[in-house]
């Protein structure tokens, strides 16, 4: 029986992005001992690029930006510090950085890893918006196990 893998990705990332995304998640889980999310949709109706969630509960978001295109036509990433303590933008290393705002914090990443150039302050989240993010997260992270396990009829 050929079943098809599942698609993790919604994919509407360009290859940059991916490749940006991997070396940041792989860096938050590494070093920062965070487990992290991609794709992740919000309650205010946006979708963060990574969610990284540590072992004291703290959440951070990574908005990867691939170009300077994309982060001229992005107007929506400040309605994501809401929803997290930490808030950075990842970028590749061939972008410019100094194209992105100074008061937030910076990645640089490829597919192999990544560094934090400019740390991001902590903004701590009200107990009812992090206990509404855990349980989000809990449920969209059995339903993708699922998902994976039983990918649906052939």
């Known amino acids: 029986m050929n079943v ?89 290393p061939e972008l410019d950085a100094a194209i992105f705002p100074d008061d937030e914090g910076l990645i640089v990443a490829d597919s192999h890893g990544a560094e934090i150039v400019r740390t991001a302050s902590d903004q701590p989240l009200p107990a009812a918006r992090r206990k509404a993010i855990m349980l989000r997260l809990a449920r969209m992270g059995a339903d993708r196990i699922h998902s994976l396990m039983d990918p649906g009829p052939a």
């Open 4 to 92: 098809p893998e599942p698609v993790i990705t919604d994919q509407r990332q360009s290859e940059t992005a991916l490749r940006v995304q991997r070396g940041v998640m792989r860096m938050l889980r590494q070093r920062l001992d965070l487990c992290c999310y991609a794709e992740v949709s919000l309650a205010n109706g946006r979708r963060c690029d990574v969610l990284g969630v540590g072992p004291r509960g703290e959440i951070w978001i990574v908005e990867i930006k691939s170009s300077l295109e994309d982060l001229r036509v992005d107007n929506k990433w400040p309605e994501y510090k809401g929803f997290c303590d930490r808030f950075l933008f990842a970028k590749p």
